[in-house]
């Protein structure tokens, strides 16, 4: 029932930064841990950073460290990833997610809900 809504992507030129936004309806969003994965079209489906429930610790992959930050304001049920020096391997698309559980896996098992994405797209 809980759904989550992208929005915040866009072009941008590499080393420039954006603020990608994910609402989600229906339960609070203290209730889920919450994430970011993206797709480039033909890939895999790769992990970008996440949020843990209890907690509140964040992680990210190995190509987010130092350059990418992820939160959440609770009042607004909205999670945030905020990105910067982009590359143009950073093209794609950038999905929310949410689990009941305590944190994301970064394989993506157990995820109970997905948002449809917003895309992403870095010129060099």
């Known amino acids: 029932q809980v759904q989550l809504v992208e929005s915040g992507g866009g072009l941008v030129q590499a080393g420039g930064s954006l603020r990608l936004s994910c609402a989600a309806s229906?339960?609070?969003?203290?209730?889920?841990?919450m994430g970011w994965f993206r797709q480039a079209p033909g890939n895999e489906r790769e992990f970008v950073a996440a949020?843990?429930?209890?907690?509140?610790?964040?992680y990210y992959a190995d190509s987010m460290k130092g350059r990418s930050t992820i939160s959440r304001d609770n009042a607004k049920n909205t999670v945030y990833l905020q990105m910067n020096s982009l590359k143009p391997e950073d093209t794609a698309v950038y999905y929310c997610?949410?689990?009941?559980?305590?944190?994301?896996?970064?394989?993506?098992?157990?995820?109970?809900?997905w948002g449809k994405g917003t895309l992403v797209t870095v010129s060099s």
């Open positions: 229906g339960r609070t969003a203290s209730n889920y841990a």
């Open positions: 949020i843990t429930k209890n907690i509140g610790n964040t």
């Open positions: 997610a949410a689990d009941t559980g305590v944190r994301i896996d970064p394989d993506g098992y157990g995820v109970d809900y």
